[in-house]
Every structure is written in structure tokens, then in C-alpha cells.
């Protein structure tokens, strides 16, 4: 079980790494509104990984 959720943590590591990188690759254009598409996409990613550890931890956990 353990092996499971270190599986879980090190694709959800890389996950956020890779929303972090594109979140910072992304420099402003010039004028005009700031992008806020990196920063967007982190906290997307964050909600996402909550969620799918609620959904884990109420259906699949066996305790």
C-alpha cells in the first residue's frame, strides 16, 4: 500500500514541476494585462490533486 502512494506522490510531484516550469516560462508580453495562464494552471493542477485524493480516500482506500 505504501509503494501505491509513493507511485502516487512522485506522479503528482512531477505533475506540479511541470505546471510550475510552464509557469514560469511564461514572461509578459509587453503592455496590457499581465498573463495569468502559469499561475492558473498551478492552482488548477493543486484542485485537481485534491480532489483526486478525496475521491481516493473516500471509494478506494481500503481500511
Do not use: Q, W
Not at 511564461?26 to 493543486?46: F, K, M, Q, R, W
Amino acid at each position: 500500500m505504501k509503494k501505491i502512494g509513493a507511485e502516487v506522490l512522485a506522479s503528482a510531484g512531477m505533475v506540479l514541476l511541470t505546471g510550475v516550469t510552464y509557469a514560469l516560462a511564461n514572461e509578459p508580453h509587453g503592455e496590457g494585462a499581465p498573463d495569468y495562464s502559469g499561475v492558473t494552471s498551478i492552482y488548477y493542477t493543486l484542485i485537481g490533486l485534491i480532489l483526486a485524493y478525496g475521491f481516493y480516500d473516500s471509494f478506494l482506500k481500503k481500511s
